[in-house]
């Protein structure tokens, strides 16, 4: 966000701070003070800085050379978590539903233009894409993302259309905004998305719409699977019925207990992320 468009309270260290915590991730498990500083733009002595606070605070172990993320880090998210209702409200029917299908499942929500997993129960299947609960992905990329966009009024799909990045993943991935607007169009029609190794080689994705009470898309379930072991033909036909069965037991559990994200209306949190928030993968 540029200088001149931050409010007046906006506190641009601690911008920094959280800057130096998501540098981190899977692929990235330990860095050095150089990699750190060129990864949020920092000077040496700045990234320095911060890394030996968060090291005094207990979030960053250091071996001198590199530096990690602690367990500690995990404290950050576990309030928000803990009164996070609705994955607790899936789990069992994810559980469910890969025993029926032998195949791994997730609960996702939108946060700003990503998909945040929140529930997921895989398979003992290796599959390349690393997936845990909180990892996240560009929503137009994902079925997942797709069957939560397809609900959203058209002004707002138009303004997450104008900014997503449309650079190709795979040679299959859609790269217009006009074959995104067809598709989730038609995901909107037929009620699930399936995606076709648009984000990985290899990778298909079936997903279904999650409703609260009130019959508004707070969430979406998928199926992953390997396309070198299942067909298209086999997801829709085999799959796709457990799928869309087990979104009906979902939605019947929201309603029957009224309860959602940190125990208001689903649609509360969930859906004021994706209006407010400026994530990044």
Do not use: K, W
Not at 17 to 38: C, K, M, N, Q, Y
Not at 61 to 89: K, W
């Amino acid at each position: 966000m540029p200088d001149a468009a931050r409010a007046p309270h906006f506190v641009r260290s601690f911008e920094r701070g959280l800057a130096v915590i998501r540098a981190f991730d899977a692929d990235h498990p330990a860095l050095t003070l150089s990699e750190v500083a060129r990864a949020c733009e920092l000077t040496r002595a700045a990234a320095r800085r911060f890394l030996l606070t968060l090291a005094d605070l207990g979030y960053v172990h250091t071996d001198g050379r590199l530096f990690r993320l602690t367990p500690r880090v995990l404290e950050l998210g576990y309030s928000y978590l803990a009164g996070f209702t609705l994955p607790q409200i899936a789990e069992p029917h994810l559980e469910r539903l890969v025993a029926q299908v032998r195949e791994s499942s997730s609960l996702c929500v939108l946060d700003g233009d990503d998909v945040v997993y929140v529930a997921r129960v895989p398979t003992s299947r290796i599959m390349t894409a690393s997936i845990t609960v909180g990892t996240r992905f560009p929503a137009h990329l994902t079925s997942v993302g797709r069957v939560i966009l397809a609900a959203l009024p058209d002004t707002e799909t138009e303004s997450r259309l104008a900014r997503a990045d449309l650079r190709p993943h795979t040679a299959r991935t859609l790269t217009s905004a006009d074959a995104l607007r067809a598709e989730l169009r038609r995901v909107r029609r037929q009620g699930y998305a399936l995606v076709d190794q648009e984000l990985e080689d290899g990778l298909r994705s079936v997903a279904a719409p999650v409703r609260d009470r009130d019959g508004e898309v707070v969430a979406g379930v998928n199926i992953a699977v390997h396309a070198g072991r299942t067909s298209l033909e086999s997801v829709r036909r085999d799959l796709l019925p457990y799928l869309l069965a087990t979104v009906t037991r979902i939605d019947a559990d929201l309603r029957i207990t009224g309860q959602g994200i940190a125990g208001q209306g689903v649609t509360g949190p969930a859906r004021a992320a994706g209006h407010d928030s400026g994530t990044r993968r």
